[in-house]
């Protein structure tokens, strides 16, 4: 079945430096989602990108979608003690099916 | 709206002792689901339902039982704890399965 690959698993940053964490699928995703799960919480959405080539912003985070829709990427402008956590990207395993969380990155910033 | 939630919030069992993890939610969605986190293994799918009366098998389902009465809720059974099931237990809902996914606020299993 697809697999979503996450890398890197970890990052330790200095608050203020730059954050990108990337997301690979093994077929082509008709969307995806990402999420942030803070420590001792819960996931909770992000964004979606449904478009080949998309790129959204929300604040300093800049959200990609590829060309051939098998890789996104998260990028953090600037990163600050709030964005510690894990962020998982998910996609739909073909069609209209569950998705299909990647393992996530843990962000750790270090002030 | 209380959106998802999740009782109870921490429960220990001793294995062979059966036990149901309750997820409720107040949106009118169609679609809900259960994950299990592990460390290091992120979210991964236990049973899922597009709707009343239906579901389904994800990644993980053995040990795991599901049901799906009403709209609103969707219990988590475990007929036999094994230490292998100690984990955190997310519930989700969307509208639709390729929805934003709203989850509850968890249930930290321990088997010993």
């Known amino acids: 079945g697809q697999q979503v690959m996450q890398i890197p698993q970890y990052q330790h940053v200095q608050e203020g430096e730059d954050f990108t964490t990337y997301c690979n699928s093994s077929?082509?995703?008709?969307?995806i989602q990402w999420y942030k799960q803070r420590p001792g919480g819960h996931p909770v959405f992000l964004i979606q990108l449904v478009k080949s080539g998309e790129v959204k912003k929300q604040k300093r985070l800049t959200f990609q979608f590829g060309e051939a829709k098998k890789n996104s990427s998260l990028h953090i402008t600037a990163t600050q003690t709030t964005d510690v956590g894990t962020y998982f990207c998910a996609g739909p395993q073909s069609g209209n099916t569950p998705l299909v969380f990647g393992k996530g990155t843990r962000l750790s910033v270090i002030a | 709206n209380a959106g998802v939630t999740q009782t109870p919030k921490f429960q220990v069992l001793k294995t062979g002792q059966s036990m149901t993890l309750q997820c409720a939610q107040d949106?009118?969605?169609?679609?809900m689901s259960w994950y299990r986190q592990d460390p290091g293994m992120g979210l991964r799918l236990i049973h899922y339902s597009v709707g009343a009366g239906i579901t389904d098998q994800g990644e993980v389902p053995n040990g795991y039982n599901v049901s799906r009465s009403t709209t609103e809720d969707f219990p988590l059974r475990l007929l036999s704890a094994a230490p292998s099931q100690t984990s955190v237990y997310f519930c989700a809902s969307s509208p639709r399965v390729l929805d934003e996914q709203y989850f509850g606020p968890g249930t930290r299993l321990t088997v010993t």
């Open positions: 949106m009118n969605h169609e679609y």
């Open positions: 077929t082509t995703l008709s969307n």
